[in-house]
């Protein structure tokens, strides 16, 4: 993430350029050929192919600055030499395509946090009930059978803080991501080609 200044703003116009047509800051990327976007390790000569991890952290983190209130555009920068519009088009198609699998994978972990927070929830709960009805019904003396029940009550409390720490904490740093995958599905995306001097 870009770092903000003693204002705590982060000096966005010295970044990226800004469209006051669209309210819109543009995020450029610059490569020399196509096969730049995708990611060296992916061989597939067909659809669905990978993006470049680089380029990925790199919208990631642009995305991350960019305040909410203003939309995104993503150029990207090619030689005017290379031009291909099949490639083109089968470029901003895989741009999508990929982040929104990334926006698919990331709602389930956030799905998996809630269910585990559940799950912590019906156990904390459980534990501290049966603590309860065992102090209530039953009389332990035994210092052993003591301790065990102190364990159990609090396991249960431990159980219970792991349900707030997973249901407050832990998802909005996912949700945040989830966003920023959106912000992607619904920007524009376009090629800008320039003749090499």
Known sequence: ????????EIK??????????????????????????YSSLDFSPFKNRDLDDELIVYLEDSIEDIPFRY???????????IYDQVKETKGIKEIKHYFLYLHKKKKKEIYKIYRSAMRNFISGIL??????????YISVTHLAWEIVI???????????????????LDPSKE???LKQYQRVLVSKISYTYHNKS
Not at 1 to 8: G, P, S, T, V, Y
Not at 150 to 168: I, K, N, T
């Open 1 to 8: 993430m870009i770092f903000k200044n003693l204002k705590n």
């Open 12 to 37: 966005l116009d010295e970044l990226f350029r800004f469209d006051k047509k669209t309210n819109s800051y543009i995020i450029d990327i610059f490569v020399d050929h196509y096969e730049a976007l």
């Open 71 to 81: 939309n995104l555009l993503v150029n990207i920068n090619m030689p005017q030499n």
């Open 127 to 136: 534990f501290i009930f049966a603590v309860s009805i065992i102090k209530k």
């Open 150 to 168: 102190e364990g159990f009550y609090v396991g249960g409390w431990v159980f219970l803080w792991e349900f707030f720490s997973l249901l407050f």
């Open 175 to 177: 949700k945040s991501k």
